[in-house]
Protein backbone atom coordinates (compact mmCIF):
# COMPACT_ATOMS: atom_id res chain seq x y z
CA UNK A 1 0.00 0.00 0.00
CA UNK A 2 3.06 2.41 1.23
CA UNK A 3 4.80 1.13 -2.35
CA UNK A 4 1.13 1.98 -4.37
CA UNK A 5 1.39 5.55 -2.59
CA UNK A 6 4.69 6.36 -3.30
CA UNK A 7 4.22 5.29 -7.28
CA UNK A 8 1.11 7.81 -7.15
CA UNK A 9 2.75 10.39 -5.62
CA UNK A 10 5.53 10.32 -8.03
CA UNK A 11 2.76 10.10 -11.12
CA UNK A 12 1.37 13.36 -9.62
CA UNK A 13 4.60 15.23 -9.79
CA UNK A 14 5.56 13.93 -13.32
CA UNK A 15 1.78 15.09 -14.35
CA UNK A 16 2.25 18.36 -13.05
CA UNK A 17 5.49 18.86 -14.35
CA UNK A 18 4.34 17.65 -17.82
CA UNK A 19 1.33 20.23 -17.35
CA UNK A 20 4.27 22.83 -16.20
CA UNK A 21 6.28 22.11 -19.24
CA UNK A 22 3.38 22.04 -22.10
CA UNK A 23 1.96 25.46 -20.01
CA UNK A 24 5.12 26.92 -21.22
CA UNK A 25 5.19 25.92 -24.80
CA UNK A 26 1.82 26.52 -25.09
CA UNK A 27 2.03 29.92 -23.66
CA UNK A 28 4.81 31.34 -24.93
CA UNK A 29 3.25 33.32 -27.33
CA UNK A 30 1.67 35.60 -23.92
CA UNK A 31 5.60 36.52 -23.48
CA UNK A 32 6.90 37.02 -27.02
CA UNK A 33 3.96 37.17 -29.67
CA UNK A 34 3.99 40.85 -30.02
CA UNK A 35 7.59 41.35 -30.05
CA UNK A 36 8.15 39.21 -32.66
CA UNK A 37 5.22 40.21 -34.89
CA UNK A 38 6.41 43.74 -34.70
CA UNK A 39 10.22 42.50 -35.40
CA UNK A 40 10.96 44.31 -32.05
CA UNK A 41 13.38 41.17 -31.31
CA UNK A 42 13.80 38.11 -33.61
CA UNK A 43 12.05 34.43 -32.72
CA UNK A 44 14.87 33.24 -31.05
CA UNK A 45 16.16 35.57 -28.82
CA UNK A 46 12.22 36.29 -27.86
CA UNK A 47 12.37 32.12 -26.53
CA UNK A 48 15.32 31.88 -25.01
CA UNK A 49 14.88 35.76 -23.19
CA UNK A 50 11.60 34.68 -22.38
CA UNK A 51 12.77 31.02 -20.98
CA UNK A 52 15.07 32.81 -18.41
CA UNK A 53 12.90 35.03 -17.21
CA UNK A 54 10.15 32.74 -16.61
CA UNK A 55 12.47 30.58 -14.56
CA UNK A 56 13.49 33.99 -12.41
CA UNK A 57 9.77 34.66 -12.30
CA UNK A 58 8.82 31.39 -10.82
CA UNK A 59 11.20 31.65 -8.39
CA UNK A 60 9.97 34.78 -6.87
CA UNK A 61 6.79 33.98 -4.78
CA UNK A 62 4.55 31.04 -3.75
CA UNK A 63 1.34 33.20 -3.23
CA UNK A 64 -0.52 31.70 -6.29
CA UNK A 65 0.44 28.52 -5.45
CA UNK A 66 -0.95 28.83 -1.96
CA UNK A 67 -4.10 29.68 -3.60
CA UNK A 68 -4.22 27.09 -5.79
CA UNK A 69 -3.41 24.48 -3.12
CA UNK A 70 -5.55 25.87 -0.62
CA UNK A 71 -8.88 27.74 -2.07
CA UNK A 72 -10.46 25.07 -4.73
CA UNK A 73 -10.88 22.28 -2.28
CA UNK A 74 -12.59 22.40 1.21
CA UNK A 75 -9.40 20.35 2.89
CA UNK A 76 -6.67 18.66 2.08
CA UNK A 77 -7.54 15.19 3.50
CA UNK A 78 -10.37 14.97 0.86
CA UNK A 79 -8.36 14.56 -2.30
CA UNK A 80 -6.24 11.62 -3.14
CA UNK A 81 -3.32 11.23 -5.39
CA UNK A 82 -5.91 9.60 -7.92
CA UNK A 83 -7.81 12.48 -7.39
CA UNK A 84 -4.88 15.22 -8.88
CA UNK A 85 -4.08 12.60 -11.28
CA UNK A 86 -6.94 12.72 -13.35
CA UNK A 87 -6.93 17.34 -12.92
CA UNK A 88 -3.95 16.89 -14.21
CA UNK A 89 -4.22 14.79 -17.19
CA UNK A 90 -7.86 16.42 -18.12
CA UNK A 91 -5.87 20.07 -18.29
CA UNK A 92 -2.63 18.42 -20.15
CA UNK A 93 -5.00 16.62 -22.60
CA UNK A 94 -7.22 20.00 -22.81
CA UNK A 95 -3.98 22.16 -23.61
CA UNK A 96 -2.33 19.94 -26.15
CA UNK A 97 -5.84 19.90 -28.33
CA UNK A 98 -5.90 24.16 -28.10
CA UNK A 99 -2.68 23.92 -28.87
CA UNK A 100 -2.77 21.57 -32.01
CA UNK A 101 -5.70 23.74 -33.38
CA UNK A 102 -3.94 27.16 -32.27
CA UNK A 103 -6.51 27.94 -30.03
CA UNK A 104 -5.08 30.97 -27.08
CA UNK A 105 -6.91 28.35 -24.26
CA UNK A 106 -5.89 29.48 -20.80
CA UNK A 107 -3.97 26.98 -19.06
CA UNK A 108 -5.33 28.32 -16.12
CA UNK A 109 -9.03 27.85 -16.31
CA UNK A 110 -7.88 24.51 -17.85
CA UNK A 111 -6.30 23.51 -14.24
CA UNK A 112 -9.33 24.77 -12.26
CA UNK A 113 -11.73 23.35 -14.63
CA UNK A 114 -9.57 19.60 -13.96
CA UNK A 115 -9.67 20.18 -10.79
CA UNK A 116 -13.57 20.91 -9.94
CA UNK A 117 -14.28 18.23 -12.28
CA UNK A 118 -12.19 15.35 -10.46
CA UNK A 119 -13.24 16.53 -7.30
CA UNK A 120 -17.05 16.65 -8.08
CA UNK A 121 -17.22 13.23 -9.73
CA UNK A 122 -15.05 11.63 -6.70
CA UNK A 123 -16.25 13.40 -3.50
CA UNK A 124 -19.24 15.72 -4.90
CA UNK A 125 -20.06 19.29 -4.74
CA UNK A 126 -19.16 19.45 -1.31
CA UNK A 127 -15.46 18.69 -1.51
CA UNK A 128 -15.40 22.15 -2.93
CA UNK A 129 -14.60 25.53 -1.95
CA UNK A 130 -17.35 27.51 -3.31
CA UNK A 131 -15.69 31.21 -1.84
CA UNK A 132 -12.58 30.26 -2.95
CA UNK A 133 -13.80 28.96 -6.37
CA UNK A 134 -15.83 32.66 -6.80
CA UNK A 135 -12.45 34.40 -5.76
CA UNK A 136 -10.20 32.97 -8.65
CA UNK A 137 -13.13 32.43 -10.76
CA UNK A 138 -13.60 36.33 -11.03
CA UNK A 139 -10.19 36.66 -10.85
CA UNK A 140 -9.80 35.06 -14.30
CA UNK A 141 -12.71 36.76 -15.47
CA UNK A 142 -12.06 40.49 -14.34
CA UNK A 143 -8.49 40.21 -15.64
CA UNK A 144 -8.22 39.93 -19.09
CA UNK A 145 -11.53 43.00 -19.00
CA UNK A 146 -9.11 45.08 -16.73
CA UNK A 147 -6.27 44.46 -19.21
CA UNK A 148 -8.05 45.48 -22.20
CA UNK A 149 -9.64 48.91 -20.64
CA UNK A 150 -5.86 49.87 -18.75
CA UNK A 151 -4.41 48.67 -22.36
CA UNK A 152 -6.85 51.48 -24.25
CA UNK A 153 -5.65 54.12 -21.43
CA UNK A 154 -2.04 52.92 -21.75
CA UNK A 155 -1.87 53.86 -25.80
CA UNK A 156 -4.01 57.30 -25.26
CA UNK A 157 -1.86 58.18 -22.82
CA UNK A 158 1.52 57.47 -24.69
CA UNK A 159 -0.46 59.44 -28.01
CA UNK A 160 -0.60 62.50 -25.79
CA UNK A 161 3.45 62.24 -24.40
CA UNK A 162 4.46 61.95 -28.39
CA UNK A 163 1.71 63.80 -29.78
CA UNK A 164 4.80 66.12 -31.38
CA UNK A 165 6.75 63.08 -32.32
CA UNK A 166 6.68 61.88 -35.75
CA UNK A 167 5.21 58.58 -35.84
CA UNK A 168 7.96 56.85 -37.46
CA UNK A 169 9.98 58.47 -34.80
CA UNK A 170 7.62 57.04 -32.01
CA UNK A 171 7.79 53.48 -33.71
CA UNK A 172 11.74 53.54 -33.13
CA UNK A 173 11.53 54.50 -30.19
CA UNK A 174 8.94 52.05 -29.07
CA UNK A 175 11.03 49.39 -30.89
CA UNK A 176 13.59 49.81 -28.44
CA UNK A 177 11.47 49.48 -25.88
CA UNK A 178 9.63 46.57 -26.56
CA UNK A 179 12.61 44.67 -25.37
CA UNK A 180 12.31 45.64 -22.11
CA UNK A 181 9.00 45.63 -21.78
CA UNK A 182 8.63 41.92 -23.04
CA UNK A 183 11.03 41.32 -20.99
CA UNK A 184 8.69 42.22 -18.33
CA UNK A 185 6.23 40.44 -19.37
CA UNK A 186 7.85 37.13 -19.39
CA UNK A 187 9.19 37.83 -15.87
CA UNK A 188 5.46 38.33 -15.06
CA UNK A 189 4.41 35.41 -16.57
CA UNK A 190 6.62 32.86 -14.70
CA UNK A 191 5.56 34.87 -11.82
CA UNK A 192 1.87 33.50 -12.15
CA UNK A 193 1.56 30.63 -13.87
CA UNK A 194 4.68 28.54 -12.90
CA UNK A 195 2.77 28.77 -9.36
CA UNK A 196 -0.36 26.51 -10.77
CA UNK A 197 1.93 23.28 -10.75
CA UNK A 198 3.69 24.65 -7.72
CA UNK A 199 0.28 24.07 -5.93
CA UNK A 200 -0.56 21.11 -7.10
CA UNK A 201 1.95 19.04 -5.76
CA UNK A 202 2.03 21.34 -2.77
CA UNK A 203 -1.68 19.89 -2.30
CA UNK A 204 -0.60 16.18 -3.33
CA UNK A 205 2.23 16.31 -0.72
CA UNK A 206 -0.14 17.20 2.42
CA UNK A 207 -3.21 15.47 1.20
CA UNK A 208 -0.23 12.27 1.39
CA UNK A 209 1.20 13.30 4.50
CA UNK A 210 4.14 14.09 3.27
CA UNK A 211 4.38 17.66 4.51
CA UNK A 212 2.60 19.05 7.37
CA UNK A 213 1.67 22.52 5.88
CA UNK A 214 0.76 23.93 2.61
CA UNK A 215 4.14 25.40 1.82
CA UNK A 216 6.15 25.21 -0.96
CA UNK A 217 8.88 23.29 -1.08
CA UNK A 218 12.39 24.41 -2.44
CA UNK A 219 13.00 21.13 -4.85
CA UNK A 220 8.58 21.89 -5.79
CA UNK A 221 9.83 25.83 -6.88
CA UNK A 222 12.99 24.91 -8.74
CA UNK A 223 11.14 21.75 -10.52
CA UNK A 224 8.51 23.86 -11.90
CA UNK A 225 10.31 27.16 -12.50
CA UNK A 226 12.85 24.72 -14.56
CA UNK A 227 9.82 22.80 -16.71
CA UNK A 228 8.24 26.26 -17.15
CA UNK A 229 11.39 27.28 -18.11
CA UNK A 230 12.09 24.50 -20.45
CA UNK A 231 8.47 24.53 -22.18
CA UNK A 232 8.47 28.13 -23.24
CA UNK A 233 12.19 27.09 -25.15
CA UNK A 234 10.16 24.78 -27.22
CA UNK A 235 8.01 28.22 -28.60
CA UNK A 236 4.37 27.74 -29.58
CA UNK A 237 4.33 29.13 -32.79
CA UNK A 238 0.76 28.51 -34.01
CA UNK A 239 -0.35 30.53 -30.89
CA UNK A 240 2.45 33.38 -31.52
CA UNK A 241 0.68 33.53 -34.59
CA UNK A 242 -2.92 33.90 -33.48
CA UNK A 243 -2.07 36.34 -30.74
CA UNK A 244 0.54 38.26 -32.60
CA UNK A 245 -1.29 38.90 -35.51
CA UNK A 246 -4.91 37.99 -36.06
CA UNK A 247 -6.20 39.71 -33.51
CA UNK A 248 -4.89 43.52 -34.44
CA UNK A 249 -2.11 44.40 -36.67
CA UNK A 250 0.44 46.05 -34.45
CA UNK A 251 2.83 48.60 -34.80
CA UNK A 252 5.68 49.19 -32.38
CA UNK A 253 3.82 51.76 -30.30
CA UNK A 254 1.16 49.01 -30.06
CA UNK A 255 3.07 46.16 -28.92
CA UNK A 256 4.90 47.94 -26.01
CA UNK A 257 1.56 49.89 -25.12
CA UNK A 258 0.30 45.93 -24.55
CA UNK A 259 3.53 44.26 -23.67
CA UNK A 260 3.58 46.67 -20.44
CA UNK A 261 0.07 46.65 -19.72
CA UNK A 262 0.27 43.07 -19.60
CA UNK A 263 3.25 42.59 -17.23
CA UNK A 264 1.41 44.97 -14.77
CA UNK A 265 -1.76 43.42 -14.73
CA UNK A 266 -0.32 39.83 -14.11
CA UNK A 267 2.34 41.19 -11.79
CA UNK A 268 -0.17 42.74 -10.01
CA UNK A 269 -2.21 39.51 -9.41
CA UNK A 270 1.01 37.47 -8.65
CA UNK A 271 1.46 40.29 -5.63
CA UNK A 272 -2.34 39.73 -4.67
CA UNK A 273 -1.82 36.22 -4.69
CA UNK A 274 -4.50 35.30 -7.74
CA UNK A 275 -3.96 33.08 -10.22
CA UNK A 276 -4.81 34.83 -13.79
CA UNK A 277 -5.08 33.80 -17.36
CA UNK A 278 -2.05 35.61 -18.93
CA UNK A 279 -3.60 34.46 -22.52
CA UNK A 280 -6.50 36.19 -21.97
CA UNK A 281 -4.97 39.16 -20.26
CA UNK A 282 -2.15 40.07 -23.26
CA UNK A 283 -5.37 39.12 -25.78
CA UNK A 284 -7.29 41.84 -23.66
CA UNK A 285 -4.36 44.12 -23.71
CA UNK A 286 -4.15 43.87 -27.42
CA UNK A 287 -7.73 44.30 -27.69
CA UNK A 288 -7.87 47.26 -25.24
CA UNK A 289 -4.79 48.87 -27.42
CA UNK A 290 -6.40 48.20 -30.98
CA UNK A 291 -9.40 49.99 -30.12
CA UNK A 292 -7.52 52.55 -29.25
CA UNK A 293 -5.89 53.15 -32.15
CA UNK A 294 -9.39 52.58 -34.07
CA UNK A 295 -12.33 50.15 -33.04
CA UNK A 296 -12.92 48.30 -36.64
CA UNK A 297 -9.23 47.57 -36.63
CA UNK A 298 -9.78 44.69 -34.22
CA UNK A 299 -10.44 41.56 -35.78
CA UNK A 300 -13.53 41.05 -33.26
CA UNK A 301 -14.23 37.67 -34.95
CA UNK A 302 -10.97 36.27 -33.37
CA UNK A 303 -11.99 37.89 -30.63
CA UNK A 304 -15.58 35.77 -30.48
CA UNK A 305 -13.48 32.69 -30.69
CA UNK A 306 -11.34 33.07 -28.03
CA UNK A 307 -14.18 33.89 -26.29
CA UNK A 308 -16.21 30.94 -26.88
CA UNK A 309 -12.58 28.96 -26.38
CA UNK A 310 -12.95 30.76 -22.96
CA UNK A 311 -16.19 29.65 -21.77
CA UNK A 312 -15.62 26.09 -23.07
CA UNK A 313 -12.30 26.15 -21.06
CA UNK A 314 -13.57 25.07 -17.57
CA UNK A 315 -16.48 22.35 -18.28
CA UNK A 316 -14.43 20.86 -21.55
CA UNK A 317 -11.46 20.24 -18.97
CA UNK A 318 -14.21 19.16 -15.82
CA UNK A 319 -15.59 16.88 -17.87
CA UNK A 320 -12.52 15.46 -19.33
CA UNK A 321 -10.99 15.31 -15.78
CA UNK A 322 -13.97 13.34 -14.67
CA UNK A 323 -13.91 10.84 -17.38
CA UNK A 324 -10.02 10.38 -16.89
CA UNK A 325 -10.64 9.63 -12.81
CA UNK A 326 -13.44 7.14 -14.21
CA UNK A 327 -11.35 4.93 -15.95
CA UNK A 328 -8.44 5.22 -13.42
CA UNK A 329 -10.95 3.78 -10.68
CA UNK A 330 -11.47 0.94 -12.31
CA UNK A 331 -7.72 0.29 -12.56
CA UNK A 332 -6.41 1.71 -8.83
Not at 163 to 174: I, L, Y
Not at 221 to 247: D, Y
Request: charged share 5%; with cysteine; net charge positive.
Amino acid sequence: MLEQASILIFIVIALALIFDFVNGFHDTANAIATCVSTRAVSPAVAIIMSAILNFAGAMISTGVAKTIGGDIVQSASMVNEIIIIAALAGAIIWNLITWWFGMPSSSSHALVGGIIGAVIISVGFMGLNGYGILKIFLSLVLSPLAAMAIGWIILHIIFAICHSMRPATVNDNCNRLQVISAALMAFAHGSNDAQKSMGIITLALLSGGYIGALEVPTFVKISCAFAMALGTSFGGWKIIRTVGGKIFRMQPVHGFSADLNSAVVIFGATLLHLPVSTTHVVSGSIMGVGAAQRVKAVHWDVARQMLVAWLMTIPCTAILSAIVYLILHLFI
